[in-house]
């Protein structure tokens, strides 16, 4: 049966609840018409003019991606700086756009769930803040570090004690530097989130919870594959005659 954009935004809905975004946030759709016809949707992490061109060859008539744009207030669609010529080419494809952030952060699953499972976690709970924490096979910090880069690539750094025995794990995809006590207090011998100040993950140490930071792209990127399955399972759920792909474009594949 044809699907239309407000029926992918529905299926979207279940995955990533609207009422889980925070209040400064800008998800939804943020370009396109709901009654657009379609086919074939392209998730990414986020919108840039190789993931456009990426839809435009599969044929892709939305987007779904991680990040938003817009993100901070636009006066103009000039095409004169990078934001505005993307802004531009968005609307002359006329391709639709949904943003899933800070409600698929929040949602369980979700992506710390997909992080907490590419870093082979083990009995999973829940944190605060969309937050996952679970069990790992003991190792000393600087191995999990390497495990960490190694599932994730990138650049990784540690903070801590090479050789501390590291046995439960808080990860919280992106920019997650102010909740490190949320992870102390849930009884995480060490944090990994996407981006940490260096004085606040000193401090983190001083307050006796380990620190590594692998990157916001490179935590956040495993949730686009959860969300695009997520999606095609709840599209074929109800015999939606819809393509869901994960970009191939981007530089955490």
């Not at 756009?97 to 949602?107: I, R, S, Y």
């Not at 939606?240 to 594949?253: D, M």
Request: glycine share 8%.
């Amino acid at each position: 049966m044809a699907v239309t954009v407000a029926e992918v935004l529905a299926l979207l809905e279940r995955i990533a609840p609207a009422e889980l975004a925070e209040e400064w946030d800008n998800v939804g759709l943020l370009a396109g018409s709901r009654t657009a016809t379609v086919e074939t949707v392209l998730c990414a992490l986020e919108l840039n003019a190789d993931v456009l061109d990426e839809a435009a060859s599969l044929g892709a008539q939305l987007i779904v991606t991680h990040h938003p744009i817009l993100f901070r207030g636009r006066k103009n669609l000039c095409s004169d700086d990078p934001e505005g010529r993307l802004l531009c080419k968005l609307v002359k494809s006329d391709v639709a756009l949904v943003a899933a952030h800070t409600n698929f952060d929040n949602a369980h699953p979700g992506v710390n769930d997909a992080l907490a499972a590419r870093l082979g976690l083990e009995n999973v709970q829940p944190g605060a803040h969309g937050m996952c924490v679970g069990e790992i096979s003991p190792m000393a910090l600087e191995c999990f570090a390497d495990m960490v880069r190694c599932n994730l690539g990138g650049a990784v750094r540690r903070y801590g004690d090479g050789a501390r025995v590291i046995r439960r794990a808080a990860v919280l995809g992106g920019a997650g530097e102010d909740f490190a006590r949320d992870a102390l207090a849930a009884g995480a011998d060490v944090y990994v989130t996407g981006e940490m100040g260096y004085h606040r993950a000193l401090s983190a140490v001083d307050d006796g919870l380990c620190v590594v930071e692998a990157g916001h792209a490179a935590t956040e990127a495993p949730a686009v594959f959860l969300l695009a399955d997520a999606l095609q399972t709840a599209a074929d759920a109800l015999q939606y005659n819809l393509r869901v792909l994960c970009s191939q474009r981007e530089l955490f594949l």
